[in-house]
């Protein structure tokens, strides 16, 4: 299988340090066509690896190109790329694949991971229930972006139709950019610090 690489203005990225010894999984999962792929490469520093394919009549009648008809090609593994947090601990992002077809892969890839991003359009909210049923499945901790492709709904609307838990967050993000990106990232780690800080009633 051929595989290409995102296109990014970057030559190659920096090599990853000797001193990183601590590596950190984060996966990135969503519906078909919601910038999963777009948002591995705004934010890594490296040019990620992508399992991208044209998309051919093999295509048709399986998956839904109703709302995302510009679309030429699909994840048919995975997106990866990688953010250095520091001296010792580099992050490793994993887009999942969004087309029903490859959802088998899904499991393979929560192996090890820290957290999850749910990336959503509201254009089609109801491609995001299945990613949050299996991370909930998993017991994962993950945060929700709307990736803003047009005007709608705002936060709280979007959390009422996802049926989100409160302690839940849900950012808005353009997954083209880099620093919006990044801020969703921030607000997983943020997220999985919170979780792993012992309460009051915890600690007596």
Known sequence: MHSTTSERPVDGGAPLRPTAVDALKIVIVGGFGVGK????????????????????????????????RSKTTTTVAFDFGRITLGPDKVLYLFGAPGQ?????????????????????????????????????????????????????????????????APEVPIV???????????????????HLAHLNTPTRESLS
């Open 100 to 164: 029903q077809r490859f959802w088998f892969i899904w499991d393979q890839l929560f192996g090890g991971s820290l957290g999850a991003v749910v990336l959503v359009d509201t254009r089609r909210l109801e491609d995001s229930f299945y990613s949050i049923d299996r991370l909930e499945h998993h017991r994962m901790p993950f945060v929700v972006a709307v990736n803003r492709f047009v005007a709608g709904p705002g936060l709280p609307a979007v959390r009422d139709a996802l049926a989100l």
């Open 172 to 190: 808005d993000c353009d997954a083209r950019r880099r620093e919006s990106c990044k801020q969703v990232l921030i607000t997983l780690v943020e």
């Open 37 to 68: 792929t777009t948002m591995v490469g705004a934010v890594s520093e490296i040019r990620p690896l992508s399992t991208e394919e044209i998309m051919t009549e093999a295509s048709v009648g399986v998956d839904d190109l109703d709302r995302v």
